[in-house]
T-cell receptor, first 115, second 117 residues
Framework: EAGVVQSPRYKIIEKKQPVAFWCNPISGHNTLYWYLQNLGQGPELLIRYENEEAVDDSQLPKDRFSAERLKGVDSTLKIQPAELGDSAVYLC?????????????FGPGTRLTVL | AQTVTQSQPEMSVQEAETVTLSCTYDTSESDYYLFWYKQPPSRQMILVIRQEAYKQQNATENRFSVNFQKAAKSFSLKISDSQLGDAAMYFCAYRSAYRGTASKLTFGTGTRLQVTL
């Protein structure tokens, strides 16, 4: 079974440019998460989807970040415009439900460098 | 809000030896789950072991075991017979069992484990 797929794996952009990250969750997983992982830190939740609905986006900086999951499968996270402080790893995870015992499976992440 | 603290930024262990990684957490909830995740360099995070707070018995997965002290809010990971492939960042994480907040994982800052020959 394929795991969570993310692309690109690495992205280097100049500040003020837009950038987008793509995530394909494990087949059948209706819950999708985007996490931000700063260097030397643990991941922090940005947004959680249940099917196509964003049910927890309280930590998403909405002035420059946006996300969508149009058909309840793939998801895209966008930053526009990017700032130097956005340099980090962006992780996508999925689970088959939202109950505590449902394991979250993580993708390899996208490492963003903003110059 | 829940917090997770890992006070050991780096640990080192010799191959075949045993190492213990520490984790403490703070919560006012009585029902929750605790996890240890492993993140190898440039590779995805994988679940190592999970503990349910209402279970007194410590979880074990092959060479990995935990020491869960609920009253002390402590959750340490013991790796026995360490192997080179165990080298990675290890994250302790908390997850509430209550509906509405149940999905959110709260992570510690991680412990980088080195395994030497």
């Amino acid at each position: 079974e394929a795991g969570v797929v993310q692309s690109p794996r690495y992205k280097i952009i100049e500040k003020k440019q837009p950038v987008a990250f793509w995530c394909n969750p494990i087949s059948g997983h209706n819950t999708l998460y985007w996490y931000l992982q700063n260097l030397g830190q643990g991941p922090e939740l940005l947004i959680r989807y249940e099917n196509e609905e964003a049910v927890d986006d309280s930590q998403l900086p909405k002035d420059r970040f946006s996300a969508e999951r149009l058909k309840g499968v793939d998801s895209t996270l966008k930053i526009q415009p990017a700032e130097l402080g956005d340099s980090a790893v962006y992780l996508c995870a999925s689970s088959s439900g939202t109950a505590s015992y449902n394991e979250q499976f993580f993708g390899p992440g996208t490492r963003l460098t903003v110059l | 809000a829940q917090t997770v603290t890992q006070s050991q930024p780096e640990m080192s262990v010799q191959e075949a030896e045993t190492v213990t990684l520490s984790c403490t957490y703070d919560t006012s909830e009585s029902d929750y789950y605790l996890f240890w995740y492993k993140q190898p360099p440039s590779r995805q995070m994988i679940l190592v072991i999970r503990q349910e707070a209402y279970k007194q018995q410590n979880a074990t997965e092959n060479r990995f075991s935990v020491n869960f002290q609920k009253a002390a809010k402590s959750f340490s990971l013991k790796i026995s017979d360490s192997q080179l492939g165990d080298a990675a960042m290890y994250f302790c994480a908390y997850r509430s069992a209550y509906r509405g907040t149940a999905s959110k994982l709260t992570f510690g800052t991680g412990t980088r484990l080195q395994v030497t020959l």
